[in-house]
C-alpha cells in the first residue's frame, strides 16, 4: 500500500524537462516527479529514501517522492528489513487511480503479488479491511475486470486472486502436466515412452549378429535433457512448448523407475570430475542419460548369483570336512584367479 512521506520543507519550483512540456506527462505529473520517476525506474531492485537524481536536490526529491506516492506510481516494498521504493507500471498507477481508497488498497496489494496471486486470508491480513467490506470491494474489482480469481493445483480450495491480465506462473497452474487443475497423467506417460524410446536409441549400437551389444567407456552422445527436449520438438510429439527443465523432470522419473540411468557429463578426462554436490547439483550441468537394459531371465538378479556358491551343482554337499569343500573347490579357485 503507497504511503505519503510528511516532510515539512517550503515548495520548490520544478524543473523542466527538456523537450516535454508538463501538459503531456502522465498521470499530469509535473517535470520534477517525472524526472524522479524514470530515476526510481531505471533500477528493478528500487531505491532508497535517500536516493536521488544527481541533477536534484534532497528537497526536490522529496517533494516529487510524495507526489507520486500519492498518484499510485510508486510503491514502498520492505526487503531484508528495508523500506525500497519501486516504480509502479503506468498503466496500473491510471487505473488505480480511478478507484476509491478500499479498492485502491486491494487492487494495490492484488498487484503486489504478481501472477502467483494472492490468497484471500493474506489479503485480508494485509489490506486491514473487514472481511464484509473485502468481499464487496473484490466483486466490484472483479466486475470491472481488474482482477480475476484463478484456482490453486496445490490449494484447490482457497481462492487465490490477481490481475485480470496476467497469466498464472506455473506454481499455481501446475505446469505442462496439468489440465484443468487436473495431473493428465495420459499425456505424462506417451511423452515418458517417446523420451525412452529415444534415449534407447542413442545408448545401444546398431549390431544385428550382437543382440547384447553396448557402446565402450569412451561413447560420449548420450543424450542430454537439451537434446531430448528438441526431439520431442522437431517430432511434434507435444503440442505444448515444455522448457528444459519439464523435460528434466520428466527424465527423473524415468531415473526412478529404473528405465534410465543419469551419468555425469564427463566420460573423458576424469580431471574435471568433482565429487562436490552442490556442483553437481548446479544447473549449468549438462547430464546426459543411458537407457538400462532390461534383463530378460525370469530371476531376480542377486549379488550371491555372480559367485561359483551362487550357482554350484553341489553346493547342499560342500562342508567343511566333506568331500568337496570350499578348500579343494575347483570353480572357486578359477573364479579367484580369473
Known amino acids: 500500500m503507497s504511503t505519503a512521506i510528511d516532510v515539512d520543507m517550503k515548495e520548490v519550483k520544478n524543473e523542466p524537462v527538456e523537450g516535454m512540456a508538463d501538459e503531456t506527462l502522465p498521470l499530469g505529473m509535473s517535470a520534477s516527479e517525472y ?77 503486489a503479488a504478481g501472477n502467483v496471486g494472492i490468497w484471500t486470508r493474506d489479503l485480508k491480513k494485509k489490506t486491514n479491511l473487514h472481511t464484509i467490506v473485502l468481499n464487496r470491494t473484490l466483486k466490484v474489482l472483479e466486475q470491472k475486470q481488474e482482477i480475476k480469481a484463478v484456482k490453486h493445483v496445490k490449494y484447490p480450495t482457497r481462492k487465490i486472486y490477481m490481475l485480470y491480465n496476467l497469466t498464472p506462473s506455473s506454481e499455481v497452474t501446475g505446469g505442462a502436466w496439468y489440465t484443468d487443475q487436473e495431473l493428465d497423467t ?14 534407447s536409441a542413442r545408448s545401444f549400437p546398431r549390431q544385428e549378429n550382437m543382440k547384447d551389444a553396448v557402446f565402450g567407456p569412451e561413447y560420449e552422445h548420450y543424450p542430454t535433457a537439451s537434446e531430448v527436449r528438441r526431439f520431442i520438438t522437431e517430432s511434434r510429439i507435444s503440442s505444448i512448448d515444455l522448457s528444459v527443465k519439464d523435460i528434466t523432470s520428466l527424465l527423473d522419473v524415468l531415473v526412478y523407475d529404473g528405465a534410465v540411468e543419469k551419468r555425469l557429463p564427463f566420460m573423458v578426462g576424469m580431471d574435471d570430475f568433482s565429487d562436490d554436490e552442490d556442483e553437481l547439483n548446479d544447473d549449468s550441468v549438462q547430464w546426459s542419460y543411458k537407457a538400462v537394459r532390461k534383463s530378460h531371465s525370469r530371476l531376480p538378479t542377486e549379488a550371491l548369483s555372480e559367485t561359483p556358491c551362487g550357482k554350484c551343482p553341489v553346493f547342499t554337499f560342500c562342508v567343511e570336512d566333506g568331500p568337496v569343500s570350499p578348500f579343494n573347490c575347483e570353480y572357486f579357485k578359477t573364479w579367484l584367479d580369473w
Not at 528500487?46 to 537524481?53: A, E, K, R
Not at 507500471?89 to 494495490?108: F, T, W
Not at 495420459?186 to 534415449?199: E, Q
Open 186 to 199: 495420459d499425456f505424462i506417460d506417451s511423452l515418458k515412452a517417446a523420451c525412452l524410446k529415444y534415449i
Open 35 to 111: 524526472k524522479f520517476y524514470k530515476f526510481v525506474q531505471q533500477s528493478k531492485q528500487g531505491v532508497q529514501f535517500s536516493d536521488h537524481p544527481p541533477d536534484m536536490t534532497v528537497e526536490q526529491a522529496y517533494l516529487a517522492m510524495n507526489a507520486l506516492l500519492k498518484k499510485n506510481a510508486l510503491d514502498v516494498v520492505q526487503i531484508n528489513n528495508e523500506n525500497i521504493i519501486r516504480a509502479i507500471d503506468l498503466r496500473d498507477a491510471e487505473k488505480a487511480g480511478r478507484l476509491n481508497d478500499e479498492q485502491r488498497i486491494v487492487y494495490n496489494a492484488i498487484r
